[in-house]
Structure formats: C-alpha cells, structure tokens
C-alpha cells in the first residue's frame, strides 16, 4: 500500500525577522566518485508520470462534461471524477504512473496522489500535497530494510479571481486515500518534492531488487528536482556504500546533515557506516548526538528503538522508546516493545507500568489479553 523504504542501518510539514547580517548560502550538493551506466530507457521524466494518454482525457473531458457535474465549481469536478474512478479500484502497492493507475485500476497511494496530480493539471485546478505519517511497518530486520508508511494527502482548491486571497481562505476538498487513527499530518510540500518522492519511491522497488544502478539514477533525478529533500539524501548515501562508495556516502551525510530538519536517520546511518570503517571514536560521538537529539519526528524514533533492540542495545531502545512516546503517547505497541527492554534492564516495575498504559491505550482484546498475562506474569516474580 502506501509503502516508503528507508535503509535500516540505523533503523531507520514566524514571524518575519530583520535581516541585518547577510545569509549564508546554503550548501549545495557534493560531487559524487561513483558514475553509473545509462542503459536502455534510461530514468522517467517528471512529465512521463503525470501525462494522461490521448484518449484519457477525452474520457475526463466527456465526464466533466455532463450536466450534473459541468454545473460544479472545476475542483469540485475533478474530486467527482477521481470518486467515480476509485469504486473499484485496486489499492494494490504499485507505484504506477498516473496513465498506468488508469488503466490498471490499481496502484498504491503514491500513485493515487500522482493521478490526483495528473487530474488537476489537466484540468487547472490548484493542488497542495501535505506529507502523512502512519506508523510504521518492519519488514525484515536480516535484511537491513525497514518499510514505513509515510504517504501524502492532496488538496483540491476552489479558484479565485482574486489573487490576494490565500489558499487557507478558499474552500477545498482533502483526498487521502488510505486514512489511519494514527495519521500524524506532516508538512505542506510543492510540487518538486512530491516528484522527488515519487522517485525516492521506485528508487525503493529498484533497491528491493538489488538493482542499485536504477536506484542510483533514480535518487539522482529526485535530488536534481529537489535537492534538499532529506529522504533522497539518506538512501542515495546507503545505496552508494552499499556500491562500495564510502567516501561519497559519508559527503552525503555530511551534506544531509547540514541542511536537513530531520536528521536522525541520517545520524544514524552516518554512525552504521563510520563503525563499518572502524572510526570507533567517530562513530561514537555521532551516536552520542543521536542520543542526545530532541526531535519531534512522529515515529523515526520508533524504528530507531526498534533497531537498537534487534542489536541488544536496550538502553539505546529505552532511550529511543521514551522520546517516541513523549510525542506519541498513544501508540499501545510501543509500550509493550517498552516493557520488554525494561524488564530486559530489570525494571520490573517500570515494565509493569508499561504493560498497563499499553492495555489503556489499545481497543483490541486479542491485545489486552497479552498484556494482562505479561503483568500477572511480573506480579508473581
């Protein structure tokens, strides 16, 4: 479904200020060592996404053009057109383009978002994206690939002749096809950072398949479009260690780094690598400002502790665990993987504390029944 890769080595959207002292010009991105071949077909242009076939949009134009819905404001049509689509529609996980979900009747929620995209272009309707974070899913910890659930959101706006009024001010309708309890809405993005995603995505599937080659190109287009976009940064640096280029992986986390506002999964690759080559004193002190980070990331701690744990690190995870639920203190799993590393640590009590917020928060009786038996078990240590 709504499926983002993030390389798990470290599993892992004010007020105007005077401006005396002139701004530094931010840092731009590092020459690369590794140079990968082109073969035939090469990388997907932007426009290869969004472009609808001839005879798809004679088949938009006909539906806009019925009675009932040409009477509609042009958003209002457009959101009427991708409902009657989506009837019977495939939520399947593939990042197809907009023309390929057509004719399909299938693809994941990037590939949603991508037709929403194609549809408003065509139809010159004003969009927005805000990026969503869901929980997110392990997959394979063996295999150092962890799957999260970040997706978008897309809003269709109402036009205005008038172009003083701001986007917050005019009506519009959200599409979001796969809405979650534990949705945290993120930030608002623009159209470059919605196609670098998208690129970011099936850099992903190519990594999936060990095609690291199509993964680098792939993560090149999508940091040539937007190259302060942190989540390419951080898996273009996996893939090129993965590539035997170290030396490059480590100018993109550093690079990362300086201009990123997450930076905890790219600390926490920077760290996996620099123990790989040895720097024991290095990669110690990045794991010591990765400890020490005060982040509100909705779930990267999550996976961080999740990491941590699958190493032994317990009082890594703890640490880990605690800074998720300060900001996320409702997610029930997370208490009970909080538990299990207390009572690892010999925390019995804290354990038992645990158990009973992760049995206040969950609705599910398969899942209260475990944490129940977890805390008679405690009581009678």
């Not at 080659?213 to 260690?241: C, D, G, T, W």
């Amino acid at each position: 479904m709504r499926l983002m890769l993030i390389l798990f080595f470290s599993i892992l959207l004010q007020a105007c200020q005077a401006t005396d002292k002139p701004q530094m010009p931010r840092p731009t991105l590092p020459q690369l060592n590794y140079a990968a071949e082109l073969f035939d077909g090469g990388v997907p242009a932007p426009e290869d996404f969004y472009q609808l076939s001839a005879a798809q949009i004679k088949s938009l134009n006909e539906f806009v053009a019925q009675e009932h819905i040409a009477s509609l404001p042009r958003y209002k049509q457009a959101y009427a057109y991708l409902k009657k689509r989506l009837v019977n529609f495939n939520f399947q996980g593939e990042n197809y383009s907009a023309t390929e979900s057509l004719e399909n009747n299938g693809g994941n929620c990037m590939a949603l978002a991508m037709l929403t995209y194609a549809i408003a272009k065509e139809m010159d309707v004003e969009f927005r994206f805000q990026v969503m974070h869901t929980m997110p899913v392990l997959l394979d910890i063996s295999d150092e690939i962890a799957v999260t659930s970040d997706h978008v959101r897309t809003f269709l706006y109402e036009a205005s002749e008038d172009e003083s009024v701001a986007l917050f001010g005019r009506s519009r309708v959200q599409i979001d096809y796969f809405p979650d309890k534990y949705d945290r809405g993120g930030k608002l993005i623009n159209q470059e950072e919605f196609l670098a995603m998208f690129y970011r995505n099936l850099a992903a599937d190519a990594i999936f398949i060990g095609d690291l080659n199509y993964a680098f190109l792939l993560l090149n287009k999508s940091l040539k479009i937007a190259p302060y976009y942190e989540p390419a940064i951080n898996m273009q640096a996996v893939v090129l260690r993965k590539l035997g280029d170290e030396e490059s992986a480590e100018k993109l986390y550093r690079y990362g780094l300086e201009i990123a506002e997450n930076k905890i999964t790219l600390l926490s690759n920077y760290h996996f690598l620099l123990e790989l080559d040895g720097r024991a004193e290095q990669a110690d002190r990045i794991k010591q400002q990765l400890l020490a980070l005060e982040d509100q990331s909705p779930y990267t701690w999550y996976l961080q502790a999740l990491d941590a744990m699958s190493k032994q690190d317990y009082k890594s995870a703890k640490v880990y665990l605690n800074k998720f639920l300060q900001n996320t203190h409702y997610y029930h799993r997370a208490y009970y993987d909080l538990a299990k590393v207390q009572v690892i640590l010999g925390e019995y009590q804290l354990a038992e504390e645990s158990l009973a917020l992760a049995m206040k928060y969950t609705e599910r009786t398969q899942d209260r029944s475990l944490y129940q038996t977890k805390i008679d078990r405690l009581s009678n240590l």
